[in-house]
């Protein structure tokens, strides 16, 4: 039964002709599958569905998407980031799943950008945190987000008060007005890899962009899941980010700007 799946040019290149002639067929395609985009169940053979492809270092995983949510793609990750991906897919279609280790490997990275004043400067930021705890691949020793991060570079902060110090290697990613991407060292020396990456671009305001483009650099502020949430103005978000800092809960480092 043939489906509804488009299958880019880029993704194509990666899998070969006759293995995307395979899935368009409907014959590798599932019907039924979970968005990797919003989570939500689709169907191939009644929707739009896209292919994304995470290629790794080592690895690639094909995954499905609602069409309305994010285009046929490929998008590079760390191949630490694919493991858990392939682990969370297969505790996903087993039943199994859950407790420490289940919530590190289903994790989203939620991402708000807003500007804070530090040193009397309206500084171009990236609020990171994760929607469940963040555990390290077969630990049960609870959250270590912040440890995990620590260990990349970022630096814990107890107040806003100065700018934290420029994270070697990493960057933000920024396309015609709108964000696309951390990224983080490659492995080896090899290009950057994407820590976070947007399922659809996200827009940011005019006066954020006009304050990165200025300075060409951006603050990436991160903290434990439930520690900031989703704040509707820019002087509530920075209350959370000071009492969060306030709480040893906030780490930061500073990044270049890549694009415009």
Aim: proline share 7%; glycine share 10%; net charge negative.
């Amino acid at each position: 039964m043939s489906r509804m799946l488009d299958v880019s040019d880029d993704v194509r290149a990666e899998i070969g002709d006759v293995e995307a002639d395979r899935l368009l067929a409907g014959e590798n395609a599932p019907g039924g599958y979970d968005c990797t985009s919003c989570r939500t169940p689709g169907d191939s053979a009644q929707e739009a569905t896209s292919t994304v492809l995470f290629v790794g270092e080592e690895t690639a995983v094909l995954a499905f998407a609602h069409a309305t949510c994010i285009p046929s793609q490929v998008v590079p990750v760390s191949e630490e980031q694919l493991q858990g991906a392939v682990r969370s897919i297969t505790a996903s279609q087993d039943g199994s799943g859950g407790g420490a280790d289940g919530s590190s490997e289903q994790a989203v990275l939620g991402v708000t950008s807003g500007l804070v004043l530090i040193e009397g400067e309206l500084r171009p930021a990236l609020v990171v945190e994760p929607t469940t705890a963040i555990s390290r691949p077969g630990s049960k020793s609870g959250d270590e987000f912040l440890p995990l991060l620590v260990e990349q570079g970022f630096r814990p902060v107890p107040d806003l008060k100065s700018v934290p110090d420029l994270l070697p290697g990493w960057s933000v990613l920024l396309a015609m007005g709108q964000l696309h991407a951390v990224l983080q060292p490659g492995t080896a020396g090899g290009s950057p890899v994407a820590w976070w990456q947007a399922h659809r671009p996200l827009q940011v305001t005019d006066s954020w962009r006009a304050a990165a483009n200025k300075s060409q650099k951006v603050l990436v502020l991160a903290a434990p899941t439930g520690s900031i949430g989703h704040q509707p103005r820019e002087d509530v978000l920075r209350t959370a980010l000071d009492k969060a800092a306030a709480n040893g809960l906030l780490v930061a480092a500073t990044m270049p700007l890549a694009g415009t």
